[in-house]
């Protein structure tokens, strides 16, 4: 394989505007880093361009398995995309219409993003804030975003609780849970 980084350069600032969610790549050659680099913005909330050595939040790629393990656990009858969050996190506020399961899983609860709120107050090491501690602030939160089902904003306190949920009703780790569940398309 040759590898020309001008061309991977130029292909990939066309499809990553400076001003829009970006992306960063890694080739690994013979088992050494032979390119990396990066484009577009790390986040949006908090304009911060994306650099090939910013260190990505893990929940950014685990998404597609959170929302595959909770509809697995639907699936098994042990939870419903129509139970409530507080069945499952009873700390979260009343916030007089009640925020749902699939409301967690379409971004359409209203909660505030807690990465933003944790940029927001400048909190020192925030890769390092638990998910018990970035729980407990998603349930400090007083007021929404909007009201539940209303609107879409992307937040990653949604996937937080859904994970949080998961590993509750499961007993189980994410990665322990998509572990034992089945793959096949008739589990």
């Known amino acids: 394989m040759n590898l ?6 130029a292909l ?8 829009e969610s970006g992306a960063v790549l890694g080739v690994v050659k013979d088992g050494q880093l032979a390119y990396k680099n990066a484009w577009g913005m790390a986040s949006l909330e ?8 910013v260190r990505l939040q ?5 998404k597609q398995f959170v929302a ?36 967690l899983l379409w ?19 925030r890769d390092g804030f638990s998910q018990k501690q970035a729980v407990e602030l998603v349930c400090r939160q007083k007021e929404l975003n909007f009201q539940t089902g209303d609107e879409y904003l992307y937040g990653n306190s949604n996937y ?19 572990k034992a569940v089945s793959l096949s398309p008739t589990a």
Do not use: W
Not at 58 to 62: E, H, I, N, P, S
């Open 4 to 9: 020309n980084p001008e061309k991977i350069d």
């Open 12 to 19: 990939l600032k066309k499809a990553f505007k400076k001003e």
């Open 46 to 53: 908090n304009p911060l361009p994306l650099t090939a050595s």
């Open 58 to 62: 893990r929940g950014l790629a685990a």
């Open 68 to 103: 595959y393990a909770a509809l697995s656990l639907q699936q098994q009858r042990k939870l419903s995309m129509e139970d409530e969050v507080k069945k499952y996190v009873p700390g979260l506020p009343n916030y007089g219409k009640p925020i749902k399961l699939r409301h």
């Open 107 to 125: 971004h359409s609860s209203g909660l505030r993003c807690y990465t933003t709120l944790l940029g927001l107050a400048s909190v020192p090491g």
């Open 160 to 178: 937080l609780l859904l994970t949080e949920i998961i590993q509750r009703v499961s007993g189980k780790s994410l990665a322990e849970l998509l």
